[in-house]
């Protein structure tokens, strides 16, 4: 495991592809296993699927939670008899302030992005946790609408996720760089021989990204491999009379409702 800097907290993102290996077979214990080889403070996982025969150990939004002992938000996009399908942000520390946006575009699969304002042992951070659509279109759309949820305010503010983005021309990167500079550069997918940047985190202030790596193990556990990034609470330099803006309203409910925000900026 690579090893800590004084003074950061470790974030990590990972698509787990509904924890099914290579096999496929499902293989939860493995995905957990490996998240925790990493010690990550703050956990963003993408594509959570719960929907099987449930028993103790396969209603998975519960057993991630319980797992890896952390606080966690799961954003369920869908919802069947058999289970649910989504996405979920864990934190070792429990936000002040957490909520679920919902930035589905129209005619598209459901997406969401969570957003929790987390007091780390080193300063305020704000994490933002997504996983974007398929199509160019919705994908610039759901970007101007992460944009509405950044923190104009003095704290750190880390945009994490799959954010299935591989062009640069208009891309997700393009609209979110100026707002969040830092931002690592792996190639995450398909996990077996990865070509393409999908997966991702970005950081405000640029010097909060310390350091950032990948895993290759995973790629026996899911078709993206995981992101890992360590990050110091660096305050922003705000412009002299600039007020700082307000912090979102708690809603600790994982069923995801439109901010007026978010809803502007998708029409």
């Known amino acids: 495991m690579t090893a800590k800097p004084p ?21 939860l214990a493995r995905v957990l296993a490996l998240i925790e080889c990493h010690d990550p403070d703050i956990v963003a996982l993408q594509e959570v699927d719960s929907r099987r025969p449930h028993t103790a150990d396969t209603e998975t939004f519960s057993v991630i939670e319980r797992r890896l002992g952390h606080w966690g938000l799961g954003a369920k996009t869908i919802v069947t008899a058999d289970g649910a399908y989504g996405q979920m942000l ?3 520390w429990r936000p002040r302030r957490s909520d679920v ?4 575009y129209p005619e598209r699969e459901p997406r969401r992005a969570i957003v929790a304002d987390i007091d780390t042992p080193d300063g305020p951070a704000r994490v933002i946790a997504t996983h974007l659509g398929l ?9 101007r609408a992460l944009l509405q ?8 503010t880390v945009v994490v996720g799959d954010f299935n983005d591989w062009l640069f021309a208009g891309s997700v990167r393009a609209v ?22 999908l997966d991702r985190i970005y950081c405000r202030p640029a010097a909060a990204l310390v350091q950032g790596f990948t895993d290759p193990a995973a790629a026996r ?3 993206h491999l995981p992101v890992i990034a360590d990050v110091v609470a660096v305050p922003v330099a705000l412009p002299p009379g600039e007020p700082q803006s307000s912090s979102l309203s708690h809603d600790a409910t994982i069923v995801a409702k439109r901010s007026e925000s978010a809803a502007s900026a998708l029409r």
Do not use: K
């Open 135 to 143: 199509s160019f279109g919705e994908r610039r759309t759901q970007a």
């Open 176 to 197: 979110l760089r100026g707002a969040c500079p830092g931002r690592t550069r792996f190639r995450t997918f398909p996990s077996g021989f990865p070509l393409f940047r």
């Open 90 to 92: 864990l934190s070792r």
């Open 7 to 27: 003074g950061t907290f470790r974030v990590m993102t990972w698509n787990i592809h509904g924890a099914l290996g290579r096999n496929p077979r499902f293989d």
């Open 221 to 223: 556990l899911s078709d």
């Open 101 to 104: 946006h919902d930035i589905s």
């Open 149 to 156: 949820l950044i923190d104009g305010g003095p704290q750190t």
